[in-house]
């Protein structure tokens, strides 16, 4: 079998596509001021989901509009890798200080909705409105450990999942495979 001669990245000819020879130069600038973003970030006690939602876009990218897609697709990712390495275990507002299991989470968010798996539907739902489907879809996974099985949180959790997986399909393929999975697509290689 003959490889195509622009195989940058095996098994993933949407990646080579994005991560050209081209876009390097202006890729590994991004980084640079990303990092130096990351760094300043976590002095100033910023959490990763602040650092995050920051959206960072370097003003070097300008001059190289061969990168940003490439930079787009890996920010994320850099951020959570740099973070990571850079504050340990104990972070920002007590983060990895104590670890709860999605049983207890799911125990206080059902305590804090009434007992009901309506609750969960409707925080779900309002969620969903707002353009915030990864936080709807962890709403959703509590309640239906707390109300398994029940036919309105699972409809809508696979909703959001549809949404989910659109969304990410073109610009990271890492939440697309995942979402994905969860939502029992079958993908067939490209071919």
Do not use: C
């Not at 309105?152 to 399909?169: A, C, W, Y």
């Amino acid at each position: 079998m003959a490889l195509h001669p622009r195989l940058l990245i095996h098994g993933h000819a949407g990646l080579t596509d994005t991560y050209t020879i081209e876009a390097f130069p202006g890729l590994l600038a991004a980084l640079r001021d990303l990092d130096d973003a990351i760094l300043a970030g976590i002095a100033s006690g910023l959490t990763l989901a602040e650092l995050l939602q920051l959206n960072q876009l370097p003003q070097v990218l300008k001059d190289h509009p061969s990168a940003v897609i490439a930079y787009l697709v890996t920010r994320d990712h850099f951020i959570q890798r740099v973070h990571r390495q850079r504050t340990g275990y104990w972070h920002p507002r007590g983060e990895g200080v104590e670890h709860f299991t999605p049983a207890e989470l799911a125990v206080a968010a059902d305590l804090l909705g009434g007992g009901t798996a309506a609750a969960f539907d409707t925080a779900g739902a309002e969620l969903t409105r707002r353009g915030e489907h990864a936080l709807a879809l962890r709403i959703l996974d509590l309640g239906l450990l707390s109300h398994p099985g029940t036919p309105g949180l699972l409809d809508l959790r696979q909703s959001i999942l549809d949404r989910l997986v659109e969304r990410h399909q073109l610009l990271n393929p890492f939440k697309f495979a995942y979402y994905a999975g969860l939502s029992d697509l079958e993908l067939a290689p490209a071919g």
